[in-house]
């Protein structure tokens, strides 16, 4: 494992540990899955990924453990209003992230918007009020349909 892999593990043991939750081997498994992510993936890439690491992995730990991986703050849940819900590593910058996802392939393209997230705070503080969640998407054409006139669907 890598050394930011290890703190992550490290990270997730001690919030796994202050709810009382015990790490297993199945655990391990998708957390070692979820470092061979690259970009945005699924629930059902992630359970793939994580069998042929280790063939124990249930889709039940699987699904069980995405909402603790994302309250932990490890990865994030990305919404673009398909059916298939779409989850990212977090990486170690904090600088709120807007999506744009392409209208025909679902393709999601993530970039840094911090001007974002000041507006959420200054309209918040207006009201008094603190900010629990905001995203911004944007839809546009991949560069591939922008290139080709089309673009494989992803999801
Ligand atoms: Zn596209």
């Known amino acids: ?14 919030f796994l540990a202050s709810k009382g ?8 498994g998708v957390l070692e899955a979820l470092f061979r992510q690259s970009g945005h993936f699924t629930a059902d890439q ?17 699904y069980r453990n995405l909402p603790l991986l994302v309250e932990s703050g490890i990865i994030r ?13 977090n990486g170690r910058s904090d600088t709120f992230k807007a999506q ?16 974002l997230e000041w507006y959420g705070k200054t309209v918040s503080e207006k009201l008094g009020l603190d900010v629990k969640d905001q995203r911004l998407q944007v839809h546009a054409e991949c560069p591939d349909f922008k290139k080709n006139g089309s673009c494989k669907k992803t999801s």
């Open 21 to 28: 939750l015990r790490v297993t081997g199945q655990r391990k």
């Open 1 to 14: 494992m890598k050394l930011c892999d290890k703190e992550t593990w490290e990270s997730f043991s001690d």
């Open 77 to 89: 849940k990305v919404d673009i209003g398909t059916d298939n819900k779409f989850y990212a590593l």
């Open 46 to 62: 992630l359970l793939q990924d994580a069998q042929n690491l280790d063939d124990t992995v249930s889709r039940a730990t699987v």
């Open 100 to 115: 744009v996802v392409c209208s025909n392939c679902n393709k999601i393209f993530d970039i840094e918007a911090p001007f």
